[in-house]
């Protein structure tokens, strides 16, 4: 007879009943872990827009387990102020988050991506190892093993969507950038008291072209009419810092109609000496794709994060 039925055998009736317990308490415990360990993720808008740009994007990802979603509003969106307040606005959020042992992923639209990019200076040892996934995230804090030697959280990246950032040499060479006056759009609006406004040529450049061109006629006015101006101050300011050239893991998202920072624009930040992107492209994207196309903006959180949904 074999042995091991033998010893079965001799065992307990009572413990068949405690078999199957505590192996759907162990499973039901590390799934509460998978589900409670998504990380943190914080979305800033671009210049002349409000947070509520997201509000499609945060839905899609509460549903999809991302409860811990936050839009920042920029103070730099209808008050004048310099760069330092919108930086601060996300980086006391981010290290709030990392202090509390969550691991962040960060993204910006346009003007928003310059300011995640400062966000994250002097933060590099935050930055997620390769090898980083939200599985073997949970398990190493399940199991107290791993790459994480302390509880801290981890920076899993930057993903920009159609970014409007700082040359390298911005910040290599900050006595070679230009100012936005030579650099800006044509429909960029220059007031005497420190504003920018969008509506310089609202005949050939309304934000229905500019920024929307992707959405419906009904859209285009609610989110035109939603519209404010930015700080000079803040979108001319000097950069200090260049997340993207190994720091940190660095996503850069092209809209093929933007009409704002089109393509070729994108591809000649992407292309600089240094500069090292995952580069992604959303096929008749315009420069705002979290209000044209969020489940698209949504995926590419995702895959940033390290999870793409099957087919």
Known sequence: MNLLFVLVMLLPSDIFLLIPIAG?????????????????IILVPGAFHQASIY??????????????????????VGSVVGREPDIEAVRS????????????????????????????????????PEQYSVLSNNLDR??????RSNNRGQILGLVFFAGYIPKITDVTQPETKLDIHLVSPSF?????????????????????????????????????????FSSFDALNAYPTYIPYTGDFKCTYVIGEKD???????????????????????LADADHVPMLSRPDEVVEEIQRAIGYTKKE
């Open 93 to 128: 959020l981010l290290l709030q988050k990392l202090t509390q042992g969550i691991d962040v992923l960060l993204v910006g639209n346009s003007y928003g991506a310059t300011v995640i990019g400062e966000a994250v200076k002097d933060l590099k040892e935050y930055q997620a």
């Open 55 to 76: 509000d499609k994007v945060i839905s899609i990802l509460h549903e999809d387990g991302y409860s811990d979603t936050t839009a920042v509003n920029l103070p730099s």
């Open 188 to 228: 960029f609006r220059f007031s005497d008291d420190g504003k920018v406004f969008w509506d310089n040529d609202l005949e050939q450049y309304p934000p229905a072209v500019t920024f929307y061109n992707d959405l419906s006629s009904s859209e285009q006015k609610e989110w035109s009419q939603k519209l404010n």
């Open 142 to 147: 399940f199991s107290g093993h791993g790459y």
């Open 259 to 281: 009409f704002s920072v089109p393509p070729s624009l994108a591809e000649s930040l992407i292309g600089q000496e240094g500069a090292i992107f995952t580069v992604q492209r």
């Open 24 to 40: 759907f308490a162990f499973f039901g415990l590390t799934g509460a872990i998978q589900q409670n360990g998504n990380p943190a």
